[in-house]
């Protein structure tokens, strides 16, 4: 089995929060709370979840444009958060990011070539005609004509602005991408176009993807895998088609009932969540989703122990110790006030789904 | 029925007169070249009691067209002379100020999508929504204040009578949303217009709102347009769907007809580009090009230049709004001349 | 007013201070030109001195019978030598030293607007005074270097401001995550976003500084006779306004005209820079 090409392990981020005349340190928000998972070469991983999440966080953890407080990050076999300096510059050729503002992830003072050509000078990769010629095949590449180069950001709509984005991504030849949520600003047809632009680099050039979305429906189209997160924890982790066929932690059931279907025919099996989403600030003890969780075993357990992610079917982890199988015994969840055994949860049968063809 | 061109006057919802009535509406804004028409010749009916949702995607208009019915087309956008807007049989761009304001909020209410920007934050919630009831009765401070929190454990606030002392800026965005609604049904108005309301939301929260407005609406009878341009929400919330693309209405339609039967080729675009939970990670199939500005149109029909379909009568002659069934209109060419619907190999993504 | 009409209004404002400094700026450089006489010579102390206005010395003479009008014209070149140099300096000073702050953050940041607060707390023209009366007849350069050496704190503020707004945008990060370094982020990202706020510091900084050392002449310090300064001759005709208005009339009015220029010029190309422009 090939090592994975990128590894996160027990990845968490506390920002402090100051408070009081002194700003002292009163309390931290747990934006991101032992995140782990793995990446392969060419896959896309997609980091789901609504906001406060965390899954924007993770993103620029990993890249430690945010550095994090704890855990580990591998990739190709380097621990990144031991890099400095000139290590730290390098890797950053190989692990790029796009972002989700097209309005904002470009600097509007600076052409558009210009902000391409940037990664090709800082590393020394090309520079003069050389760059120029590299920066036209970029634009050429994500589909915008080569003499845009000299103009500047505003003169664009906000998709081409986005593939502005990629192409600066794209310039250093990188092997891993992190999307954060590149098509939410978009239009639906325009979203469609850079979905499929980063599908097809993704088959050319064999890129890796962790794709950051809210939109579930996006992200049928785009990922191998799936991991959902709430409150800053990994709830569920399984391959796409697993995921949507039988979703096994509640929220992550909630969160495909609640996605609306362009069906007006279709069944309306809802599992509508109570109240909203605490804040990352102060969690729910053990289970952080146990106060909205709409399991019929939920008992006083579930706020006692924290649930580990576990295998529950191949290549599928779940964090509940409600839903079976688990290693948490009931011993144990009797010991932390269990009233009622762990039972197979599948509510709706997901609305979405159509017969495998 | 048999094609016809129909295009000044709106007859295709129920006989009786409807609640409100759009006729030939038109939104321009001066610019650089002239002037620009973000709306031009919209005309549509919206029944007691009916869903409509406008969609279209961003500059198609349909925010502006809102604003309208209400007359809060911020300058220098004017509406354009020819108009008409019919509430209750009276016509609003003729009305006088005091008489309009006495309308907006009580009969006519509308809900918009920022819920951070829209409130105010230096007012709590409570007198936000109590201020409505106050401008347009005489209630006391009090009562107002009574009906305001009654109201907002109507829409699903816990504990309302604390929340009411809130300020915006302490509730979460679900929250506001759900103040936002408070404010314009508080009234009981007989048409709420809401712009894109759960757009800025978590889905979780969005499937609570729209569940939200679907009880109100069986309960009070309003009657609902809806702006989005989101078709998941369209199917869930719609009983007519209107479709816009550059300030014109492209097509219209019962729900049903449009998802199963949609006739111009900017719905069918729009409906192949949507990505759906149960694909197998295919392609999404897109529409070549990128809306025009408005200062820069094509002649003839808008969308021949993203249209798979166009030929030359397309770039003569834009299209009148012809009828396909009862009730389903669409502004095509093609309706006349289906024969014609054959996609050009460079115009299909 | 529509945003249509307030733009056109502030660029013909724009227009007319910018042909106006220029103008200025032309006079103080081809000083040596257009003026009649020399600055400093004096045309017959006992015939041609205290001289009010006439065709052949429009702005009259000095007790030392110099013609006025030549000291006015050549005192601009002072005036505006010094302003512009010692606005320069500030500008260096300012934004090396708000830009650092900003980019260290945290505990360096904070020491260093502390550190401010204390130069802030001297006051200027105390120390301006004292230095200019301790060094009597020093250079032009040397009063701009302490006029620029005192002016920068205002700068720094609004220099750390901006960038510390700026550091926290999106196309930062991604400049960051492109490998770019702080050295090339300020210059090549940051610094273009901060040319409209310098600029308009820099008009201000003129029309203040002109004033400044109009001032300082006037009280018989900074730039002394014969070489003539805008203060100078204000100086010369203390006490004899009424009799010699001359002196002081022309020289204000040279003074106000600048400062309204520069300040015309500042305002507009804040109007100008203000509302970021997104055309379609």
Known sequence: MTAPLLRVENLTKHFPIHGGMLRRVTGAVRAVDGVSFDIGAGETLALVGESGCGKTTTGRTILRLVEPTAGSITFDGTDIRALRGESLRRMRRRMQIVFQDPYGSLNPRMTVGAAIREGLIVHRIAEGAEADARVARLLDEVGLRAEVASRYPHEFSGGQRQRIGIARALAVEPAFIVCDEPVSALDVSVQAQVVNLLRDLQRQRGLSYLFIAHDLAVVAHMADRLAVMYLGRIVELAPRRALFASPLMPYTQALLSAVPVPDPGAKRGRLLLQGEPPSPANPPSGCVFHPRCPHPAKDAACSRIVPPLEEKAPGHWVACIKQPPTTVSDAVQRDAGATRSPERYLPLFSHHNHPAP | ?349 | MTALHRGAASRRTLRASMLLVALLAFVAIAAPVIAPYSPIKELGLTTMNSQPPSLAHPFGTDMSSRDVLSRVIYGAQISLAVAAASVALSLLLGTTYGALSAMAGGTIDRVMMRLLDVFLALPRLLVLLAITALWRDLPWPALALVIGGTGWYDVARLVRGEVQALLGRDFVLAAKAGGVGSARLLGRHLLPHLLPVLAVSATLGVAHTITLEASLGFLGLGVQPPTASWGNVLHSGIGVVDTMWWLTAFPVLAIVLTVISCNALGDALRDVFAPEQVPA
């Not at chain 2, 009786?16 to 549509?44: H, I, K, N, Q």
């Not at chain 2, 009906?147 to 606030?157: D, P, S």
């Not at chain 2, 965005?173 to 049904?185: D, E, T, W």
């Open chain 2, 1 to 349: 029925m048999t094609s016809t061109s129909l295009d000044s006057h709106a007859s295709t919802s129920q006989p009786g007169a409807p609640l409100l009535s759009v006729e030939s509406l038109g939104v321009s804004f001066p610019s650089a070249g002239g002037t620009s028409r973000a709306v031009d010749g919209v005309s549509f009916t919206i029944a007691s009691g009916e869903t409509v949702c406008l969609v279209g995607e961003s500059g198609c208009g349909k925010s502006m067209t809102a604003l309208s019915l209400l007359r809060l087309v911020p300058p220098p956008g004017r509406i354009d002379v020819g108009s008409r807007i019919e509430f209750g049989g009276q016509s609003l761009l003729s009305l006088a100020d005091e008489p309009l304001r006495s309308i907006r909020g009580r009969r006519m209410a509308m809900i918009f999508q920022e819920p951070m920007t829209a409130l105010n934050p230096v007012l709590t919630v409570g007198d936000q929504v109590a201020e409505v009831v106050r401008v347009h009765t005489k209630a006391t401070r009090a009562a107002a204040w009574e009906r305001a929190v009654t109201m907002l454990g109507g829409v699903g606030i816990a504990d309302p009578a604390a929340r009411a002392k809130q300020y915006p800026h302490e509730l979460s965005g679900g929250m506001r949303q759900r103040v936002m609604i408070a404010m314009a049904l508080v009234l009981e108005p007989e048409l709420v217009i809401a712009d894109e309301p759960t757009t800025a939301l978590d889905v979780t929260i969005q499937a609570q709102i729209l569940e939200l407005l679907r009880e109100l609406r069986d309960r009070t009878g309003m009657a609902l347009l809806l702006i989005t341009h989101d078709l998941g929400v369209v199917a869930e919330m719609a009983s007519r769907v209107i479709v816009m693309y550059a300030g014109r209405v492209v097509e219209e339609a019962p729900v049903q007809s449009l998802f199963s039967r949609a006739t111009h080729p900017y719905t069918e675009g729009l409906l192949a580009a949507i990505p759906r939970l149960g694909s197998e990670q295919e392609r999404l199939r897109t529409i070549v090009g990128s809306v025009p500005p408005a200062t820069a149109l094509p002649s003839g029909c808008k969308f021949r230049d993203r249209c798979p379909y166009a030929f030359d009568r397309c770039a003569v002659e834009e299209p009148a709004l012809l009828q396909i069934g009862p009730a389903h209109r669409a502004r095509c060419h093609l309706v006349e001349e289906p024969e014609r619907r054959v996609s050009s190999p460079d115009r299909s993504a």
